[in-house]
T-cell receptor, first 116, second 113 residues
Framework: GAVVSQHPSRVICKSGTSVKIECRSLDFQATTMFWYRQFPKQSLMLMATSNEGSKATYEQGVEKDKFLINHASLTLSTLTVTSAHPEDSSFYIC????????????FGSGTRLTVV | GESVGLHLPTLSVQEGDNSIINCAYSNSASDYFIWYKQESGKGPQFIIDIRSNMDKRQGQRVTVLLNKTVKHLSLQIAATQPGDSAVYFCAVHVGGGNNRLAFGKGNQVVVIP
């Protein structure tokens, strides 16, 4: 149980375009999902917390107008990188908290974004 | 804020030997701790967790030790196998409404056949 599906796994886009990444909880409902960014050989950095039915909470230094988050249902959160630039190239990972006693943070398989 | 760090960036271990990865955290209010394994190009995979009311927990070939006095936890992997080669992260959850995980910097484990 507690599976999180993330798509796409890889995407290449041109500078200036927008890219949408989906994160789905397959067998549970997630009122809260998390979006991370990971640069090569570095740790996961939390970008924002996605709350179902309300606005996302962004970490300091993360541009909310650039990284649009929508959590319209209890099983789906999307991250849209708008007007992408090469410096946005990174590994984006989502996570959801399963409704288990031990909190149960489950991660998606990640999306490798390359902006050319 | 929460600061989580790992002591060794890379650990090379002979196949069959035991591996130990350490992690330090700074927030004494941390109540839940998780070790994740991340292979190249993949998302973090849950290995084992432990709550703050415990000091040791064992899984299959893995053991997590928690020392709240010095804010330190470790992951022990018994009989390390080539498939254990990956980056290992500790993650710390702070309760009281701070519904998030803080990740350590990561420790690359390389298993030598």
């Amino acid at each position: 149980g507690a599976v999180v599906s993330q798509h796409p796994s890889r995407v290449i886009c041109k500078s200036g375009t927008s890219v949408k990444i989906e994160c789905r909880s397959l067998d549970f409902q997630a009122t809260t999902m998390f979006w991370y960014r990971q640069f090569p050989k570095q740790s996961l950095m939390l970008m924002a917390t996605s709350n179902e039915g309300s606005k996302a909470t962004y970490e300091q230094g993360v541009e909310k107008d650039k990284f649009l988050i929508n959590h319209a249902s209890l099983t789906l959160s999307t991250l849209t990188v708008t007007s992408a630039h090469p410096e946005d190239s990174s590994f984006y990972i989502c996570s959801a908290r399963a409704p288990r006693e031990d909190y149960g943070y489950t991660f998606g398989s990640g999306t490798r974004l390359t902006v050319v | 804020g929460e600061s989580v760090g790992l002591h060794l960036p890379t650990l090379s271990v002979q196949e069959g030997d035991n591996s130990i990865i350490n992690c330090a955290y700074s927030n004494s209010a941390s109540d839940y701790f998780i070790w994740y394994k991340q292979e190249s190009g993949k998302g973090p995979q849950f290995i084992i967790d432990i709550r703050s009311n415990m000091d040791k927990r064992q899984g299959q070939r893995v053991t997590v030790l928690l020392n709240k006095t010095v804010k330190h936890l470790s992951l022990q992997i018994a009989a390390t196998q080539p498939g254990d080669s990956a980056v290992y992260f500790c993650a710390v959850h702070v309760g009281g409404g701070n519904n998030r995980l803080a990740f350590g910097k990561g420790n690359q484990v390389v298993v030598i056949p």
